[in-house]
Structures are given as structure tokens and as C-alpha cells.
């Protein structure tokens, strides 16, 4: 199990490079012929253009997709040598370094990415790193977004959001809905455009490492990190029971859910019911909730502290089958078209086929019947590990 993506990006907040440079920040628009036209329905997902903005080179074709497994993150930049000995580790396949902080993106604090579109788009999901509009539109000054803070976001795409620190942003137009598949970043832009916005540069990478457990990699590298980098595994396998036996009955203290437990989280999510679906939303405060942010409020009703994003909330016990789920479990879907298998939605189990939900933007929190359209099964939440992986 691994912390939070979030809780290792540092923070711009009213950094004065924002100011300055705000009023002067250029944002031209990529236009790409496959902006219009891809036949495998990536085009809803990329805005469309209609004039050059760049040389038909400006990005390179994808090359070998890697897949990411551990994002080291530092409050400023990683020394080159760090990155090279990290690079020449046995068993490692690929190091991408990005810039990356907890920034400000249409209103919402999110993970922020700057990064080289040619080179980046190896580490994403195929549908995302397929789409040469898209890297074209990130290259030129675009924030690409996550789907589900465009669909359920409200965050239209073409229009233009403000992106930067708590206090000075610039305005960026939305050029694509794409889900990276690292949990808790929601924004991407080019490296250039993140120096723009005062973001720090080079102080963070991601690490391609296929044939090691990540935790296993992770204490390996900890002596070369700098004092105050820290190093996650970049979404962490989900567990399932060993033997197929499901967790339950007398397992050890804190394994799993206790009956009163169970009782206080329903209790607490319906305490809910009504409130509006809002993305981001964890408390009052936002004025609602979304399908996370509901499981985090009620399961910290139980003592149960919940990682924030659906894909780490899926890893916070076993995945179970539907058929054997019971009151108190989390049930999860992987709805999202550009990060196929990315767990993008969750709800908490009633029985007797209802679910509690905060399900899409429009609607509020209520209970539904049970779809099993893009279901990926129900997580039995064990208290010991969800607790565990904020420490």
C-alpha cells in the first residue's frame, strides 16, 4: 500500500513569478488534422483547431509505452547525478522527469504536471498516449485534464480556466480531457508552460521499474533521495484473497470492518442524501460531495481514514466479487474512456442490490440500485491498511 499521490507534490501558492509574467504568457493553439477526425472516438476528447500553431514536428510519435511505478517528488529541483544513478539502477526501464505541485486549476486544487509531451506521453494510458492532437495541444500552452474533472468538473473543453498558485493564475485553455493513470494528478502542461506559471522545474520523476515491487525499490533509492524528497509507488496493486476466500469473520482485530463499524458509515452516508454532486467535494464546506469524497466522510465517521481519489480508496482492503459483497463494502467501476482499467467511480455497498452514491454532476447523493456496467468488483475495507496509508 502506498500514500497518497497528493501528499507529496509541494504547494505553488502566490508564487510572484505568477504575477509578473501573467499578463504577458502567449497561449497559441495546436492544430492537428486527428483533432477532428480519429476514427476511435479520441476526438470528442481533444479540442478542436483550425489554423498552425506548431511544425508539424513539434511532438514526436509515441514510442515504447512504459508503465510508471514510483514518483519521486522534491520542493525543488532533483540533482542531475541523482537522476542519473536512479537511471542506471538494475531492473529499471525508463526515468521521465517532470515538474510537479499541488496547484490551483479552475478553482480546484489538483496535482499539476509540467512535462515534455514527446517523451511523457510513453507513460500514460494507450488511448491518452495515442493521441497526437492532444501532446500537439499540450505542446502549445494547453492544460490537458483528467475525464472525470472535465465530465463530472463541469470544465468544458476549449474553454479557458484559470491554472497557477492560490493567489495568481493565468488563463489556459482546456485542450483535452486525458486521465494520466497516476492518482491524484488531474492537470497536465508543458514544462514551458509550468515555468510560465512559476511552477519549480525538474523536481520530480517518474520511474519505470516492471520486474520490482515498488516498496521493495522505493527503500533501494531512499539513501540517494535528497532530505526532503519523498518517493510513492505510483498506483499500487489492488489485493485480492488469497485462495479466493473472502476476508471476514475471525480475522485479526482491524482486518476488517467491525458490525458497529458498518452500522456508523451507512448511518453517516445518509446523513448526506440530497446534498448536491460536486467534483472535489469532501465536506460542507465545497457544498457537496463527489463519489469519493462521500466514501471519505462517512468512513471517517467509523475512525476510518480514506485516501481521497477512488483508484486509492479501490486499494484500501481486498477486491471481492459483487456477488459477495455485503453492507459496508466500497463498490468500484472503471468508467473512464482515456485510461481504460483506471478506477474512476465508487459506492458504498447497502444490500439487497442498493448502493449509496453521489453519482455525476446534476444530481445529488442517493441511494440507486446496483449497475454492474464497467464493475470492477466490491473492496472489504480493512481499517488497519486504509489507516495505514496516510501515515
Known sequence: MGKSTRRVLPTIIGVSVLTTLGADVVVLAARDGDATTSGTGRARFVAASDSTGLSPGAVAPLGRRLTPHVLVAAPSALPADVVAKIRG??????????????????????????????????????????????????ASGDVAISFTMGSDGGVELGSQVPVGGRWSQTPLRVGAYATMGI???????????????????????????????????????????????????????????????????????????????????????????????????????????????????????????????????????????????????????????????????IALYLGNGKMIAAPRRGTVVQVQNVYTRNMRGAVRVSPKRANGLLR
Open 183 to 345: 492518482g491524484d494528478i488531474d492537470a497536465v502542461v508543458s514544462r514551458t508552460t509550468a515555468r510560465n506559471l512559476g511552477m519549480p522545474s525538474g523536481n520530480a520523476m517518474l520511474v519505470s521499474v516492471p520486474k520490482t515491487e515498488p516498496k521493495t525499490f522505493i527503500k533501494k533509492i531512499r539513501k540517494l533521495l535528497p532530505e526532503q524528497a519523498k518517493a510513492v509507488a505510483v498506483n499500487p496493486r489492488i489485493d485480492h484473497p488469497a485462495g479466493g476466500e473472502v476476508p471476514g469473520g475471525e480475522v485479526p482485530s482491524g482486518d476488517v470492518m467491525t458490525a458497529e463499524q458498518v452500522r456508523t458509515v451507512i448511518k453517516a452516508a445518509y446523513t448526506r442524501l440530497g446534498w448536491p454532486y460536486v467534483w472535489g467535494g469532501e465536506s460542507e464546506a465545497e457544498g457537496g460531495y463527489d463519489c469519493s469524497g462521500l466514501m471519505q466522510f462517512a468512513f471517517a465517521k467509523a475512525g476510518i481514514r480514506l485516501p481521497r481519489v477512488a483508484a486509492d480508496q479501490a486499494r484500501v482492503g481486498w477486491v471481492i466479487p459483487y456477488a459477495k459483497a455485503k453492507p459496508g463494502d466500497m463498490l468500484i467501476w472503471a468508467n473512464d474512456p482515456t485510461a481504460p482499467g483506471y478506477i474512476s467511480h
Open 89 to 138: 539502477i538494475k531492473g529499471v526501464q525508463g526515468v521521465e522527469v517532470v515538474d510537479a505541485v499541488q496547484g490551483m486549476v479552475a478553482g480546484k486544487r489538483v496535482g499539476l504536471l509540467g512535462v515534455d509531451p514527446s517523451t511523457f506521453r510513453n507513460y500514460t494510458p494507450k488511448p491518452t498516449a495515442q493521441s497526437d492532437a492532444l501532446w500537439r495541444n499540450v
